[in-house]
């Protein structure tokens, strides 16, 4: 299974600023997605991070507000930018499938609060 | 576009109870994975369905998959407090492993 590491695992933010999320992952990967799960809420994709290529974005989400880099297969990093308290969520890397070709394998999330 | 409804979106049992999660989907897919999430935690996996008729156990869950139906169930036999969690049916899109998920279901076991 792949172990996913994700940094930081909680922040609070000031209302305005950015802040960037890591994702590492144990092996390489082809497909790296990030998501966003609101309070009490189930998950909403936000993109696929393509590997050498500008990421693939879901609609309601645009790259100027959560930039996506990933420089190659094992890692990958989300900004959200000029937070608003709307931006409060728990963001998840995930990653699959692996080698079985099986199961989707998800970070241990990043909780942001914004004030 | 697809959808995918769970239900019930909150269910409270009793220890040793049998009960059944549904999980209906719009359109066809070649994928349905179930998740449990604790609060404050990430998701696990728990299982992942690829055919019609599919059906996968561990332990008190088993789940199952009917593709014609478009309807996945877990089912959770002789509850027990640890399995107080909510859980998650996500079916995948387009062959991608992007994953559009259900509402999830917060299951409450009391001892």
């Known amino acids: 299974s792949a172990v996913i590491s994700q940094k930081p695992s909680r922040d609070i933010c000031q209302r305005g600023t950015s802040l960037t999320i890591q994702c590492q992952v144990d092996s390489q990967v082809t497909m790296m997605f990030w998501y966003r799960q609101q309070p009490g809420q189930s998950l909403t994709l936000i993109a696929t991070a393509n590997q050498g290529s500008e990421a693939t974005y879901e609609s309601g989400f645009v790259i100027d507000k959560f930039p996506i880099s990933r420089p190659n297969l094992t890692f990958s990093t989300l900004t959200v930018s000029n937070m608003s308290p709307e931006d409060s969520s728990i963001y998840l890397c995930s990653v699959g499938p692996d080698s079985s070709g099986n199961t989707i394998y998800f970070g241990e999330g990043s909780w942001l609060t914004v004030v | 576009e697809l959808k995918v409804e769970q239900n019930p979106l909150f269910l409270s049992m009793q220890e040793g109870k049998n009960y059944t999660i549904y999980c209906n989907y719009s359109?066809?897919?070649?994928?349905l994975y179930w998740y449990r999430q604790d609060p404050g935690k990430s998701l696990e996996s728990l299982f992942v369905l690829l055919s019609n008729g599919a059906v996968k156990q561990e332990g008190r869950l088993m789940a199952s998959l009917d593709t014609k139906a478009r309807l996945s169930t877990l089912h959770i036999t002789a509850a027990v407090h640890d399995l107080s969690a909510t859980y998650f049916c996500?079916?995948?899109?387009?062959?991608?492993?992007?994953?559009?998920w259900g509402a999830g279901t917060k299951l409450i076991i009391k001892p």
């Open positions: 359109t066809t897919s070649d994928r």
């Open positions: 996500a079916v995948e899109l387009d062959s991608n492993y992007q994953l559009i």
